[in-house]
């Protein structure tokens, strides 16, 4: 069943045909559809999750009609089960021979020639055959159950979440939306407060009782509705986002106190921004530049370099500290930037910092040329904004008078969540209760409408054995 640009589902003849050596072809009613190179491996779905971005998925900038599905676990034919990084990369598909900025310097998630299993055109886990990348699949340990397996991509991707904050040892942080990211998340959070052996408080915020209950059962403190507007004080060090709509970043931004978490992709324009789901796909933070004290820039040097190359796109003129502790590119045409860029950087024309003016500075630091996924700041980069007007939205509000932080993460890494699981039994167990609706694969829209409606948590699709 291929998903449409309206949201519908439509039953379609689909072919595969190659090898992990040639290739594929991918056959649509007998044309022609997609062809991939090698490195791909054909697996059978077992069962596949829905989550919160194949319900936006209509609102992403990825091709429309696509078998959907990344949440899989899969089996290969000897029956052995296995999970599959999403992000095919030169890295995960063995390429390594090619020279790529990102994948040779451990960020292979963010390999601009990535194709997603599920959701940028690779085939995925809602049909029967799925093709994934050949050194981005996991065997299954024994000792983890299907149901825990199959909540292996969005469990990886709240570990990276909570492995992305807990360095900034806060004392706090909330979990707003504790759904199906927002559960999985606390659950990281408090595995990981039990294997560091840290202390931080965890608060689960969700309007209703069943999910404040599993928020608890997860190894959340507290769990109680959010406070309602207006918020008069934080209630968190950081807010972690999950709610996967544009008001829960709001919300966010209004509850926290250092930092918001966001892990939405929604696709949708939030806080007068319209690409922040470009900058959670990016993994890019957003923050406030501090003209009298110079912090230290230092971690955002790139691979081997020793300077960090900013960006200047504000009227503001450039302090000297900026001129003699980075590479200062200072133009505003987006194309003549890049060229510039390019001068500095060959492999990687893209800044590690940009420093821009209002909103719509930050949505031309994120994507400056219509129609085209490419940024002027790279993934993992920083943004942050020099002057701000009363139109420029809560959050850059917040950035500008609160010294509030915007951190992004998007996928994990499923070796470290493997890890974890299989050295914390107790949460191998316990995770499979976020699954509350089991449907058949030929039940997909039906499996839609559940996992869009107030009664479920995850909902999972699962595939008949093929005879
Ligand atoms: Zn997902
Ligand atoms: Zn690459």
Same mark, same amino acid.
């Given at each position: 069943?291929?998903?449409?640009?309206?949201?519908?589902?439509?039953t379609?003849l689909?072919?595969?045909?190659?090898?992990?050596?040639?290739?594929?072809?991918?056959?649509? *009613? /007998?044309k022609?559809?997609?062809?991939?190179?090698?490195?791909?491996?054909?697996?059978?779905?077992?069962?596949?999750? @829905?989550?919160?971005t +194949?319900?936006?998925?209509?609102f992403l900038p990825?091709p429309?009609?696509?078998i959907?599905?990344?949440?899989?676990?899969?089996?290969?034919q000897?029956?052995?089960?296995?999970? =599959?990084?999403?992000? =095919?990369?030169?890295?995960?598909?063995?390429?390594?021979q090619?020279?790529?900025?990102?994948?040779?310097?451990?960020?292979?998630?963010h390999?601009?020639?990535?194709?997603?299993?599920?959701i940028?055109?690779?085939?995925?886990?809602?049909?029967?055959? $799925? $093709?994934?990348?050949?050194?981005? #699949?996991f065997?299954?340990?024994?000792?983890?159950?299907?149901?825990?397996a199959?909540l292996?991509?969005?469990?990886?991707a709240?570990l990276?979440?909570?492995?992305?904050?807990?360095?900034?040892?806060?004392?706090?942080?909330?979990?707003?939306?504790t759904?199906?990211?927002?559960?999985?998340?606390? =659950?990281?959070?408090a595995?990981?407060?039990r294997?560091?052996? &840290?202390?931080?408080r965890?608060?689960?915020?969700?309007?209703?009782e *069943? %999910?404040?209950?599993?928020?608890?059962? &997860?190894?959340a403190d507290?769990?109680?509705?959010?406070?309602?507007?207006?918020?008069?004080?934080?209630i968190a060090?950081?807010?972690v986002?999950?709610?996967?709509n544009?008001q829960?970043l709001e919300?966010?931004?209004?509850?926290?106190?250092?930092?918001?978490? $966001?892990?939405?992709?929604?696709?949708? !324009?939030?806080a007068?921004l319209?690409?922040?789901?470009?900058?959670?796909?990016?993994?890019?933070?957003?923050?406030t530049?501090?003209s009298?004290?110079p912090q230290?820039?230092?971690?955002?040097?790139?691979?081997?370099?020793t300077r960090?190359?900013?960006?200047?796109q504000?009227q503001?003129?450039?302090?000297?500290?900026?001129?003699?502790?980075?590479?200062?590119?200072?133009?505003?045409?987006?194309?003549?930037?890049r060229?510039?860029l390019?001068?500095?950087?060959?492999?990687?024309?893209?800044?590690d910092? =940009?420093? @821009? +003016?209002?909103?719509?500075?930050v949505?031309?630091?994120?994507?400056?040329?219509?129609?085209?996924?490419?940024?002027? @700041?790279?993934?993992?980069?920083? #943004?942050?904004? *020099?002057?701000?007007s009363?139109?420029?939205?809560p959050? $850059?509000?917040?950035?500008?008078?609160?010294?509030?932080e915007l951190?992004?993460?998007?996928?994990? /890494?499923f070796k470290?969540?493997?890890a974890?699981?299989?050295?914390?039994?107790? &949460?191998?167990?316990e995770?499979? !209760?976020?699954?509350?609706h089991?449907?058949?694969?030929?039940? &997909?829209?039906?499996?839609?409408?559940?996992?869009?409606g107030?009664d479920? #948590?995850k @909902?999972?699709?699962?595939?008949?054995? %093929?005879?």
């Open positions: 069943m291929e998903y449409r640009s309206d949201g519908s589902f439509e379609r689909y072919r595969l045909e190659g090898s992990s050596e040639a290739g594929w072809r991918v056959f649509r *009613n /007998d022609l559809h997609l062809s991939f190179g090698k490195g791909y491996v054909l697996l059978r779905a077992r069962s596949c999750g @829905v989550c919160s +194949d319900l936006a998925r209509r990825f429309l009609p696509q959907i599905g990344h949440e899989v676990l899969a089996v290969d000897a029956n052995r089960r296995f999970v =599959a990084e999403i992000n =095919a990369s030169h890295r995960s598909l063995g390429q390594d090619v020279e790529c900025a990102y994948c040779d310097h451990g960020l292979p998630t390999c601009p020639q990535r194709r997603v299993l599920g940028h055109d690779l085939p995925g886990g809602f049909g029967p055959f $799925l $093709l994934a990348p050949r050194k981005g #699949i065997e299954v340990p024994a000792q983890l159950s299907d149901a825990t199959v292996m991509e969005p469990f990886a709240a990276h979440a909570a492995r992305t904050i807990l360095p900034r040892e806060p004392r706090s942080i909330a979990v707003l939306g759904r199906r990211l927002g559960l999985l998340t606390v =659950a990281a959070l595995a990981e407060r294997r560091q052996d &840290l202390s931080f965890l608060i689960g915020l969700s309007h209703h *069943n %999910l404040q209950r599993m928020a608890r059962a &997860l190894g507290e769990a109680t509705p959010p406070p309602k507007p207006p918020i008069t004080q934080p060090d950081i807010v986002d999950t709610t996967g544009p829960g919300l966010a931004v209004a509850l926290a106190d250092k930092e918001v978490h $966001l892990k939405s992709t929604h696709g949708q !324009r939030a007068e319209d690409h922040l789901t470009e900058a959670v796909v990016d993994e890019i933070e957003l923050g530049f501090q009298t004290a230290s820039y230092g971690r955002l040097c790139f691979g081997s370099s960090p190359i900013v960006l200047w504000s503001e003129p450039v302090p000297e500290w900026v001129d003699e502790s980075m590479d200062c590119v200072q133009e505003k045409d987006p194309d003549r930037a060229s510039a390019a001068r500095q950087r060959p492999e990687l024309p893209a800044a910092l =940009a420093v @821009v +003016d209002h909103a719509a500075g949505d031309r630091a994120l994507r400056p040329w219509p129609s085209q996924e490419e940024g002027l @700041v790279r993934a993992r980069g920083r #943004i942050e904004v *020099n002057g701000i009363a139109s420029d939205g959050l $850059l509000q917040a950035l500008a008078q609160r010294n509030l951190s992004t993460s998007r996928c994990g /890494d470290q969540a493997l974890l699981l299989k050295n914390d039994p107790g &949460l191998s167990r995770l499979p !209760r976020l699954i509350t089991h449907l058949p694969a030929d039940q &997909l829209s039906e499996a839609f409408e559940i996992a869009q107030p479920s #948590i @909902v999972v699709v699962e595939h008949e054995p %093929l005879e």
